[in-house]
T-cell receptor
């Protein structure tokens, strides 16, 4: 069983729709990261969460530590949001302090 | 700031050849790491370093060596390339407290024939 599971694997939306991508994990974590990988391959860090909720522009990330679950929401989606969104978790110290990645959710937003 | 500079962007190797993927950061980050990305799989950690002179193995270290002689540089060496090492490689860095998240290089697409 993968330690980090994302759903859905693929998502197609119409421009303007509200989008939710989910991440569940099975290990104790010190932080959870959401990353965006552009069609050209570059990876950028969107959020780091250890509790609660963060917002940046049209992107909102939430985490429920007790349920070991996080969601990434995109409001008023736009074709430029088309990318692969990756959830990654970080454990506690030593080798467990490294990131464990989900397989990603491929989002396509149609105009 | 240039961030994380990764070279080359593309490389084709013959089986048995060796090469070094370069990674340099100018943000004074303590933590640096190398990942490989294969179709249908999440990024997997190859090697990492928490500071100059300190390196350790990740999930898939076989066939790769690293060194960290300076804070800025963290090269990844393929000792004897194999077709199984065909992949996209990413270098990333962060502060130890990762306050600002991780900064990734632009990736190297490596093909071993």
């Amino acid at each position: 069983k993968n330690e980090v599971e994302q759903s859905p694997q693929n998502l197609t939306a119409q421009e303007g729709e509200f989008i939710t991508i989910n991440c569940s994990y099975s290990v104790g974590i010190s932080a959870l990261h959401w990353l965006q990988q552009h069609p050209g391959g570059g990876i950028v860090s969107l959020f780091m969460l250890s509790s609660g909720k963060k917002k940046h522009g049209r992107l909102i990330a939430t985490i429920n530590i007790q349920e070991k679950h996080s969601s990434l929401h995109i409001t008023a989606s736009h074709p430029r949001d088309s990318a692969v969104y990756i959830c990654a978790v970080k454990g506690y110290g030593g080798s467990q302090g490294n990131l464990i990645f989900g397989k990603g959710t491929k989002l396509s937003v149609k105009p | 700031n240039a961030g994380v500079t990764q070279t080359p962007k593309f490389q084709v190797l013959k089986t048995g050849q060796s090469m070094t993927l370069q990674c340099a950061q100018d943000m004074n980050h303590e933590y640096m790491s190398w990942y490989r990305q294969d179709p249908g799989m999440g990024l997997r950690l190859i090697h990492y370093s928490v500071g100059a002179g300190i390196t350790d193995q990740g999930e898939v270290p076989n066939g790769y060596n690293v060194s960290r002689s300076t804070t800025e540089d963290f090269p990844l060496r393929l000792l004897s390339a194999a077709p199984s090492q065909t992949s996209v490689y990413f270098c990333a860095s962060s502060t130890w407290g990762e306050k600002y998240g991780y900064t990734f290089g632009s990736g190297t697409r490596l093909t071993v024939v």
